[in-house]
């Protein structure tokens, strides 16, 4: 065995550690550096506006007038339509990959889910305004719109840039997060739990149902937030597809009206705002986006946490 | 003691991909009585065993062919897989509760799959399936427990009573042993004796004398091969196979 110098492998043991802890701190620093810029660059907002920025219902830039809350309620619906929708769906995909499918046709179907992961937002944007929105304009909405269009949710005019079609467009962007994660969770399913179950005489559903899903559900708990973490913050292929209207929901509630999110909000107006005010009201847009991202991740944290000291886990 | 046959296997191959696990075995599982399954490592015991619950199948690229006739009935055509699986219960190497139920609810986890039993039935079954596996006394403070909270010897005879509840007219066990400390060995044991009173119980075990204190029967499996197949006094005091003779008495395996 070659003589090892000790103390050489000390020293290099120790600049090691720093340049971990150093690089962790940035991580940190960046994270503090990013917020204290969002709540400084907001500050004339925060403070003219005050808290009728979080209460107010219109956006008036020649007026002065920044009330978030189409924006908030745009950005909160859109993203937890998407999220539910997606759940039965990636699950579906994933207990069919997991229990189902053959082996050619997992390689296909992974090799699927990966592309439509990889897809640039922009182009999920181009796709639902010139492809899907016209799809679901003549076949969706005018149907619903015609049947039961009395009910304000579904009430007409038929557009097809609508909270609809952008709910749409973000659960196909949710669902490869969604169902990816939970095939490598469902896979992990020990298996002699499986045996176990199978050997009571139980049907491959039962066992994704009984042994499977509880296994990994907090797993899947975590993907779910994830996955609304990317609806949340997915602005290209919104501003594209959502209509970018502050009439949603107050002016009207219908489902097929176009509405606008934080982040599309943001998107459309940053350049060409002038006054300081605007700037700091867009700003301080992002910053509610990023708390209310925080928000989310900290009770799902929590949550999960909660369930671990329950003990089953 | 020879009662009646209650599993007749017939010509029963078994493959893993291309290689041949199990060659031609037939054997006749008499009812209500212990038999004990032997032989070294990578003989095909567990294939075997697998093979009578259909669970050998579970496995990618492994298949079956042959006869397992359970009370005349072959449970490969015969009947549901699923059935098959409901009559013959299976205790596995490690026990494996299911740890997000509780210990009640392990016992009854098949019985809730049926869903043909009302909740205090359940709580019933529960109680006489611990009972009957000695589990009771120790444990009846902790039924609403998670079931992985109990000991290795408590888990395993846990899963044996998850396997009763289900009134499988044969129990196969896969080494229930071979993880557990020795006085939960000797309490196992005790229960296999005790089980056989109701009904069929195929035991592997790489433990030879324990296949001497507790079956009737002893099977001797080597490459694949049912080498002997006897009662277990035969096997052990004058075994007609030399290969036989040589792996009881330690010589190899």
């Known amino acids: 065995m070659p003589r090892r110098n000790s103390r050489f492998f000390n020293l290099q043991d120790s600049v090691f550690k720093y340049?971990?802890?150093?690089?962790?701190?940035?991580?940190?620093?960046?994270?503090?550096?990013?917020?204290?810029?969002?709540?400084?660059?907001?500050?004339?907002?925060?403070?003219?506006?005050?808290?009728?920025?979080?209460?107010?219902?219109?956006?008036?830039?020649?007026?002065?007038?920044?009330?978030?809350?189409?924006?908030?309620?745009?950005?909160?619906?859109?993203?937890?339509?998407?999220?539910?929708?997606?759940?039965?769906?990636?699950?579906?995909?994933?207990?069919y990959f997991t229990e189902y499918a053959p082996s050619r046709i997992k390689s296909v179907l992974s090799l699927?889910?990966?592309?439509?992961?990889?897809?640039?937002?922009?182009?999920?944007?181009?796709?639902?305004?010139?492809?899907?929105?016209?799809?679901?304009?003549?076949?969706?909405?005018?149907?619903?719109?015609?049947?039961?269009?009395?009910?304000?949710?579904?009430?007409?005019?038929a557009y097809g840039l609508s909270i609809f079609l952008a709910s749409m467009i973000l659960t196909i962007m949710v669902i490869p997060i969604i169902s990816s994660l939970s095939i490598e969770l469902l896979g992990g399913t020990p298996p002699s739990l499986r045996e176990g179950l199978i050997s009571l005489g139980a049907t491959?559903?039962?066992?994704?149902?009984?042994?499977?899903?509880?296994?990994?559900?907090?797993?899947?708990?975590?993907?779910?937030?994830?996955?609304?973490?990317r609806a949340l913050g997915e602005t290209m292929a919104v501003t594209m597809v959502?209509?970018?209207?502050?009439?949603?929901?107050?002016?009207?509630?219908?489902?097929?009206?176009?509405?606008?999110?934080?982040?599309?909000?943001?998107?459309?107006?940053?350049?060409?705002?002038?006054?300081?005010?605007?700037?700091?009201?867009?700003?301080?847009?992002?910053?509610?986006l990023l708390v209310i991202t925080l928000l989310i991740n900290t009770v799902a944290r929590l949550i999960i946490n909660r369930t671990i000291k329950r003990g089953y886990y | 003691?020879?009662?009646?046959?209650?599993?007749?296997?017939?010509?029963?191959?078994?493959?893993?991909?291309?290689?041949?696990?199990?060659?031609?075995?037939?054997?006749?599982?008499?009812?209500?009585?212990?038999?004990?399954?032997?032989?070294?490592?990578?003989?095909?015991?567990?294939?075997?065993?697998?093979?009578?619950?259909?669970?050998?199948?579970?496995?990618?690229?492994?298949?079956?062919?042959?006869?397992a006739l359970l009370d005349g009935v072959d449970v490969y055509g015969g009947m549901d897989v699923m059935d098959v699986r409901r009559k013959i219960g299976m205790v596995f190497q490690k026990p494996n509760p299911f740890p997000n139920m509780s210990v009640a609810d392990n016992v009854v986890a098949g019985l809730k799959l049926v869903g043909t039993h009302s909740k205090k039935e359940l709580a019933e079954i529960a109680e006489e399936r611990l009972k009957s596996v000695g589990l009771w006394e120790e444990i009846k403070d902790e039924l609403k427990k998670s079931g992985a909270s109990l000991s290795g010897g408590q888990q395993q005879r846990l899963c044996i009573a998850r396997a009763l509840a289900m009134n499988p007219e044969v129990i196969l066990m896969d080494e229930p042993t071979s993880a557990l400390d020795p006085a939960s060995t000797a309490k196992l044991e005790e229960l296999v004796k005790k089980l056989k009173n109701e009904i069929s119980v195929v035991i592997i075990t790489h433990n030879v004398s324990q296949a001497a204190r507790i079956s009737d029967m002893t099977a001797f499996f080597y490459l694949g091969e049912l080498v002997e197949f006897d009662e277990t006094r035969n096997i052990f005091e004058h075994p007609k196979n030399p290969l036989t003779e040589r792996y009881i008495t330690g010589r190899f395996g």
């Open chain 1, 19 to 95: 340049l971990l802890i150093g690089v962790s701190a940035f991580v940190v620093l960046l994270f503090i550096t990013l917020f204290y810029m969002l709540i400084d660059r907001s500050f004339p907002s925060i403070s003219i506006n005050g808290l009728s920025t979080l209460t107010g219902t219109v956006w008036n830039s020649a007026a002065g007038i920044f009330g978030a809350v189409p924006a908030i309620a745009g950005t909160l619906f859109s993203a937890v339509i998407a999220t539910l929708f997606a759940i039965p769906i990636s699950l579906g995909v994933a207990i």
């Open chain 1, 112 to 157: 699927f889910i990966d592309l439509l992961a990889a897809i640039p937002s922009v182009i999920y944007g181009i796709w639902g305004l010139w492809v899907i929105s016209p799809l679901i304009k003549i076949y969706v909405q005018q149907p619903i719109v015609g049947a039961i269009g009395f009910i304000p949710i579904f009430a007409g005019p």
């Open chain 1, 204 to 229: 491959k559903w039962e066992t994704v149902r009984h042994v499977g899903i509880p296994f990994a559900r907090l797993g899947i708990f975590s993907a779910i937030i994830l996955g609304l973490g």
């Open chain 1, 242 to 288: 959502i209509g970018n209207s502050y009439l949603w929901p107050f002016e009207t509630s219908s489902l097929f009206a176009p509405a606008t999110t934080i982040t599309s909000k943001i998107a459309s107006e940053l350049y060409e705002a002038t006054s300081t005010l605007h700037i700091a009201s867009l700003i301080e847009l992002a910053l509610i």
């Open chain 2, 1 to 67: 003691m020879s009662n009646s046959t209650k599993l007749d296997i017939q010509n029963l191959n078994a493959w893993f991909c291309e290689k041949h696990a199990l060659k031609n075995v037939n054997v006749k599982i008499p009812d209500k009585e212990v038999v004990a399954v032997i032989g070294p490592s990578g003989c095909g015991k567990s294939t075997f065993v697998r093979c009578i619950n259909r669970m050998h199948e579970l496995i990618p690229g492994a298949k079956a062919s042959g006869k």
